[in-house]
């Protein structure tokens, strides 16, 4: 008789789709939802609807702000119990997932069902605009993102929208200046962990991204990419206000600075403004004194330190096409090309010398530019005191 029950119970509570079996009978009412796609609970604040009442109260807390579950490690807190679960591994270090194929552990287990991707090759979804394949379908969704250009995540404090929440979190360290991520070897900190990734390049010398075409290598993919341009000439990033085209989109965004005049990054101890952030972050060196390029001698950004390293090893790149002389600085390669001497040269490789220059050697004929003195005197009086930048060189010496 329980026999026949426990039969009838089961039976009653069997999905007809699937054959699954479920303990209750509001479960298999859910669950009947993932095949008929059925959403009955509808948030009243943005119109998503979900298949069951404790998801949409969870989602609801997106736009509440609230948290109630915090870790009592730090000072992080979650909307939902299962982030929080998730997130006290990394505090403990614990990696319950394991892929049977390989060694690798995870934290949750869709890390780990997406890593068995790898070694299968499955991408079950795939774009209908453009054919790319993605092992998740969140991966997909915003992926659709580039051809619809949705940015639905925005920042409460400026107007900038994102199309991924990930890019808005990062986004939103600008205003509150946290900067979670670290480096181990000085005391610089990064408001994302790729970029900590990048920099720490810079203390172990790595490069893992090669081009297949010459031995060029780069420290990141993107620049590698880029690179990779130069082979094929392809510039597809043309400007609407001139001729001009580039490898890539961020240089064109750039270059139309030009054209509009626009500074959008300014620096907050003083009034100055800059068209690209590269720029702001040299500037504001000037009021840290901070030089974190340093070879014995200390310098605020990396070219000059690149420069200053040919005071070792004596490399001159820079070389005049006519005299054949070679320069270690290209400013001391273009005060060459204004001496009398390479003028004169010019002059017997043409029949016409402009009047203008014809005037200025009429003026210079007792007007000797000491290029023998330059790079060697400077090497032997005293390499470090050396400063790259063309303003710091003293590279003329004129007597009348």
């Known amino acids: 008789m329980n026999q026949e029950i426990e039969r009838g119970h089961t039976s009653m509570n069997t999905c007809d789709t699937c054959n699954k079996n479920f303990t209750n009978k509001s479960h298999l009412v859910v669950h009947r939802r993932s095949h008929t796609g059925e959403k009955p609970y509808s948030c009243d604040q943005c119109g998503k609807s979900f298949s069951e009442n404790g998801v949409l109260n969870k989602h609801k807390r997106t736009h509440t702000g609230e948290k109630p579950y915090s870790c009592d490690q730090c000072e992080k807190a979650f909307a939902r119990k299962d982030k929080l679960t998730l997130h006290k591994r990394i505090h403990t270090g614990e990696k319950p997932f394991s892929c049977e194929q390989c060694e690798k552990t995870f934290i949750d287990s869709g890390a780990l069902t997406e890593h068995k991707m790898i070694h299968t090759g499955d991408k079950p979804y795939s774009c209908d605009q453009c054919g790319k394949a993605f092992s ?19 920042c409460d404090k400026c107007e900038k929208s994102f199309s991924q929440n990930s890019a808005l979190k990062v986004h939103k360290r600008i205003h509150t200046e946290d900067k979670p991520y670290s480096c181990d070897q000085c005391e610089k900190s990064f408001s994302d962990k790729s970029t900590l990734v990048h920099h720490k390049r810079i203390h172990t010398g790595e490069k893992p991204f090669s081009c297949d075409q010459c031995e060029k290598t780069f420290n990141q993919g993107s620049h590698l990419t880029r690179h990779k341009m130069i082979h094929t000439g392809k510039k597809p990033y043309s400007c609407d206000q001139c001729e001009k085209a580039f490898f890539d989109k961020s240089t064109l965004v750039q270059h139309k600075r030009i054209h509009t ?33 340093s070879c014995g001698v200390s310098f605020t950004n990396n070219r000059n330190l690149t420069n200053h390293k040919r005071v070792h090893t004596r490399e001159k790149p820079y070389s005049c096409k006519l005299c054949d002389k070679h320069y270690t600085f290209s400013s001391l390669l273009s005060t060459h090309k204004k001496s009398v001497k390479h003028l004169e040269i010019m002059n017997s490789y043409n029949d016409t010398v402009p009047p203008s220059v014809s005037i200025s050697l009429i003026k210079c004929e007792e007007v000797y530019i000491k290029e023998e003195i330059k790079e060697e005197e400077i090497f032997e009086k005293d390499p470090l005191s050396i400063q790259m930048t063309a303003d710091n060189i003293d590279t003329l010496s004129i007597e009348m």
């Open 136 to 154: 998740k379908n969140s991966r997909l969704t915003r992926h659709k993102r580039i051809h619809t250009g949705e940015k639905p995540y925005s």
């Open 261 to 293: 005049g626009e500074k959008p990054f300014s620096c907050d101890q003083c009034e100055k403004t800059f068209n690209q952030g590269s720029h702001l972050t040299r500037h504001k060196r000037i009021h840290t004194s901070e030089k974190p390029y």
